[in-house]
C-alpha cells in the first residue's frame, strides 16, 4: 500500500513558468512534510518542509501548500529554471521511528 | 563542514554474494538512515540507527543488516544478494533521530546484481 502518491508523473515547464507538483497521503500521523531535489547521480537534497499546523510555506522561488483536511500537499516552483530541471520527491514523516516515506518522484524539464 | 559520504560509488555483485556499504555521516550528526532507490522510484525506508542502536525498519528481510560505530558513521550489509536487490542504496545523516529532522543524504552506491 503506498502512503505518498505523487502527481504527475513527468511535467515540462517554459522558462518563467510555474511548476506545480502534488502529494497524497493517507496515514494522519505523518506530521512532517519534506520536498527534496535530485539531480542525475547525486542524493535528494532538502528543498523545503513544512509542519500541519501552517498552510503555507515559503522560501524563494519555492512554496508548499498543505491541506489537512484532504491530506495533500503541493509544490510550486516560481519562474521556473533551466536549472530547476531536476527529479522531485515528496515526502511523509511522523513521531520518532526515523521513517520517511517517500513518493515516485516527478521528473521535471524546463524548457529554455 | 564535511557532508555524508559514501563507499564504494559503484559495484558489481553476482547472486548470492555478499556486500557491505559504507557511510561516513555529516559532521555533528548521531543518526543515520539506510534507504533503497529502484530505478525510477522513490527511496524506500531501510532502517536507521540512533547512538548505535537501531531505531526503526522499514519492511526489508533480516538479511538487510547494520551497524552504527561510536563515531556514527556506518555500514549496510545485504547476505545472499538477489537480482531486485539491484537498486542505489543511499544513507542519510540527521542531527537527531526523528523524522521530523533534515536528512542530508550522500551521492549513494549503486549496486549491480548479476
Known amino acids: 500500500q503506498q502512503q505518498v502518491k505523487q502527481s504527475p508523473q513527468s511535467l515540462i515547464v517554459q522558462k518563467g513558468g510555474i511548476s506545480i507538483i502534488n502529494c497524497a497521503y493517507e496515514n494522519t500521523a505523518f506530521d512532517y512534510f519534506p520536498w527534496y531535489q535530485q539531480f542525475p547521480g547525486k542524493g535528494p537534497a532538502l528543498l523545503i518542509a513544512i509542519r500541519p499546523d501552517v498552510s503555507e510555506k515559503k522560501e524563494g522561488r519555492f512554496t508548499i501548500s498543505f491541506n489537512k483536511s484532504a491530506k495533500q500537499f503541493s509544490l510550486h516552483i516560481m519562474d521556473s529554471q533551466p536549472g530547476d530541471s531536476a527529479t522531485y520527491f515528496c515526502?511523509?514523516?511522523?513521531?520518532?521511528?526515523?521513517?520517511?516515506?517517500f513518493g515516485d518522484g516527478t521528473t521535471l524539464t524546463v524548457k529554455p | 563542514e564535511t557532508g555524508v559520504t559514501q563507499s564504494p560509488t559503484h559495484l558489481i555483485k553476482t547472486r548470492g554474494q555478499q556486500v557491505t556499504l559504507r557511510c561516513s555521516s555529516q559532521?555533528?550528526?548521531?543518526?543515520v538512515s539506510w534507504y533503497q532507490q529502484a530505478l525510477g522510484q522513490g527511496p524506500q525506508f531501510i532502517f536507521q540507527y540512533y547512538r548505535e542502536e537501531e531505531n526503526g525498519r522499514g519492511n526489508f528481510p533480516p538479511r538487510f543488516s547494520g551497524l552504527q560505530f561510536p563515531n556514527y558513521s556506518s555500514e549496510l550489509n545485504v547476505n545472499a544478494l538477489e537480482l531486485d536487490d539491484s537498486a542505489l542504496y543511499l544513507c542519510?545523516?540527521?542531527?537527531?533521530?526523528?523524522?521530523?529532522?533534515?536528512?542530508?543524504f550522500g551521492d549513494g552506491t549503486r549496486l549491480s546484481i548479476l
Open positions: 542519510a545523516s540527521s542531527f537527531d533521530r526523528g523524522s521530523d529532522q533534515p536528512q542530508h
Open positions: 515526502a511523509a514523516g511522523g513521531g520518532n521511528a526515523g521513517k520517511s516515506t
Open positions: 559532521s555533528g550528526h548521531n543518526t
